[in-house]
């Protein structure tokens, strides 16, 4: 079974501090995804990378910056966490960028709250 | 812009009962649809991804229709239980400035009462 699995499940944190949330996957997947969830709103793509030390812009990466410096990790920092960066963070990945292959699988999520 | 919609967000029924959850998409150029279920508070679990080509698929009392022309999808659970409550999410596949990406419904909420 495809395993992901992220660093903490809940994180509280003080306006204008980094953070960091990690994401792990074991399956030798090629793509890693982060996204945000927030009631209403549903998940929202914040940034994915394709290989090693490449990434995407997602939908909203204004706030955010991403690191995949090895194949299974994938690292999301909020350079400078903002109240409205409070939400569930999901991570995701997927074996590669084939239609047939890309079933994404997520992690258990990572509940940040900026106080 | 795709846009995905899944109605009704919640849903109410007795066990045993069988139900079908729906999602529409605006664009029907989809590489593929997928089914995921999330518990409160959790991350999100795939249930079934059927390909553009593909009509359905099943994995036990799940199966998954598409209509790739008409823009729809359905998940038939079948004889529901208390330990299906859970929202449901569905998400269709598209290509975006070169890579595929997945855009999200934003759920149905199904409680299955004992």
């Known amino acids: 079974d495809v395993k992901v699995t992220q660093s903490s499940r809940y994180l509280v944190k003080r306006t204008g501090e980094k953070v960091f949330l990690e994401c792990v996957q074991d399956m030798d997947h090629e793509n890693m995804f982060w996204y945000r969830q927030d009631p209403g709103l549903g998940l929202r793509l914040i940034y994915f990378s394709y290989d090693v030390k490449m990434k995407e812009k997602g939908d909203i990466p204004e706030g955010y910056s991403v690191s995949r410096e090895k194949k299974e990790r994938f690292s999301l920092i909020l350079e400078s966490a903002s109240t409205n960066q409070t939400s569930m963070y999901l991570c995701?990945?997927?074996?590669?960028?084939?239609?047939?292959?890309?079933?994404?699988?997520f992690g258990p999520g990572t509940r940040l709250t900026v106080l | 812009k795709q846009e995905v919609t899944q109605i009704p967000a919640a849903l109410s029924v007795p066990e045993g009962e069988n139900l079908v959850l729906n999602c529409s998409f605006t664009?029907?150029?989809?590489?593929?649809l997928q089914w995921f279920r999330q518990d409160p508070g959790k991350g999100l679990t795939s249930l079934l991804l059927?390909?553009?080509?593909?009509r359905e698929q099943t994995s036990g009392r799940l199966n998954a229709s598409l209509d790739k022309s008409s823009g729809r999808s359905t998940l038939y659970i079948a004889a529901s239980q208390p330990g299906d409550s859970a929202t449901y999410l569905c998400a269709v596949s598209v290509m975006n400035t070169g890579f595929q990406k997945l855009v999200f419904g934003t759920g149905t909420r199904l409680l299955v009462s004992p």
């Open positions: 059927i390909q553009s080509s593909q």
């Open positions: 995701a990945s997927s074996p590669d960028r084939s239609p047939s292959h890309n079933e994404q699988f």
């Open positions: 664009d029907s150029a989809i590489y593929n």
